[in-house]
């Protein structure tokens, strides 16, 4: 059995202790019993962002994106096909800036789409602009593969 990682629920926001050798098993919070991976980024608000950027032991790549945006809304299903390739070995997740703001300018965030990895409680890469699925993928692989392993 490998080190346990801490997972924040996606659905009640709890925190979950899961064997790093057991990510892949579809693992469930046991609090709410709701699935702790489902290939599906994660809803961030302003209520409960800093829980999962500070809290999980996953690197969290976070979309800051706007309704209005068409390059966001462009993006959207490439995100979400990212999510559903790269979980449980790290956590996808949207903010609405416009919903937001605080958090947005928090973080310095000037133009959306904005993507931000975030491992430890801290930024660890950004990338601003839309991005199509490959480059996508070659850019979070990158990011992914400079951070120590978790499990």
Do not use: Y
Request: some cysteine.
């Amino acid at each position: 059995m490998t080190n346990p990682i801490q997972i924040v629920c996606k659905s009640c926001h709890s925190l979950v202790r899961v064997p790093g050798d057991r990510l892949s098993d579809g693992p469930r919070c046991p609090k709410c019993h709701a699935p702790l991976f489902d290939g599906q980024p994660i809803t961030l608000t302003a209520a409960n962002f800093d829980r999962h950027v500070t809290q999980s032991g996953l690197p969290l790549i976070v979309d800051f994106w706007a309704p209005w945006c068409a390059p966001c809304r462009a993006m959207a299903p490439v995100f979400e096909q990212a999510a559903a390739q790269f979980e449980p070995g790290a956590r996808f997740a949207k903010l609405n800036t416009e919903d937001a703001g605080a958090v947005s300018a928090r973080h310095g965030i000037r133009s959306i789409p904005t993507l931000v990895v975030f491992h430890g409680g801290r930024e660890v890469a950004r990338q601003t602009g839309a991005l199509d699925r490959s480059t996508l993928d070659r850019w979070v692989s990158a990011e992914l593969s400079k951070l120590p392993r978790t499990g």
